[in-house]
T-cell receptor
Framework: AQKITQTQPGMFVQEKEAVTLDCTYD???????LFWYKQPSSGEMIFLIY??????QNATEGRYSLNFQKARKSANLVISASQLGDSAMYFC????????????FGAGTRLFVKA | GAVVSQHPSWVICKSGTSVKIECRSL??????MFWYRQFPKQSLMLMAT?????????EQGVEKDKFLINHASLTLSTLTVTSAHPEDSSFYIC?????????????FGPGTRLTVL
């Protein structure tokens, strides 16, 4: 069963507008971490933002914010004021302790920012 | 942030040969390293978790005899693809972390693109 679900294979957004990338997850653990990574065409993985399962406040990092709804098991990424350089693949990931810590990634969403 | 390097960045080899990929943490000691494989336009799939000085833990469906992982020191892990075939062509990415907590940030290498002819 999918542990991380990203239902949007591709998204378009106009430059300077905000966009929300969806992510839902599945776990029975109470303690887990949620991450978002950006992967441009070069292939490098760029860490964007982190949310802990016990964090009551939504995480924010500059133009990135994470809309964490624990009861719904969702962790959507919001990018404000989109820039052309934001065009990339975005991966949602969950880290949990399953006899050792490991991080599992969703299928990803490709974001296209239009000028 | 911390720096993780991979070598080579790309490699082309003939079917049946073995290829070794190195992953190094340049400015920290990595207690754990992870190896991922990414096919075109797909997600990162965890292959194995490697702890220094112990045997790697492989994910279900990953052949440990085909993908040999060695984590000989706190700064170096290697992935050897043995008897590579065209279906092994992929983007291989390692990541490294220091310590073992739920909130650790993983530092990713730039990836190695393997093409098997």
């Amino acid at each position: 069963a999918q542990k991380i679900t990203q239902t949007q294979p591709g998204m378009f957004v106009q430059e300077k507008e905000a966009v929300t990338l969806d992510c839902t997850y599945d776990t029975s653990d109470q303690s887990y971490g949620l991450f978002w990574y950006k992967q441009p065409s070069s292939g490098e993985m760029i860490f964007l933002i982190y949310q802990g399962s016990y964090d009551e406040q939504n995480a924010t990092e500059g133009r990135y914010s994470l809309n964490f709804q624990k009861a719904r098991k969702s962790a959507n990424l919001v990018i404000s004021a989109s820039q052309l350089g934001d065009s990339a693949m975005y991966f949602c990931a969950m880290r949990e302790n399953t006899g050792g810590f490991k991080t599992i990634f969703g299928a990803g969403t490709r974001l296209f920012v239009k000028a | 942030g911390a720096v993780v390097s991979q070598h080579p960045s790309w490699v082309i080899c003939k079917s049946g040969t073995s290829v070794k990929i190195e992953c190094r943490s340049l400015d920290f000691q990595a207690t754990t390293m992870f190896w991922y494989r990414q096919f075109p336009k797909q997600s990162l799939m965890l292959m194995a978790t490697s702890n220094e000085g112990s045997k790697a833990t492989y994910e279900q469906g990953v052949e440990k005899d085909k993908f040999l992982i060695n984590h000989a020191s706190l700064t170096l892990s290697t992935l050897t693809v043995t008897s590579a075939h065209p279906e092994d062509s992929s983007f291989y990415i390692c990541s490294a972390e220091q310590g073992a907590t739920l909130y650790n940030e993983q530092f990713f290498g730039p990836g190695t693109r393997l093409t098997v002819l």
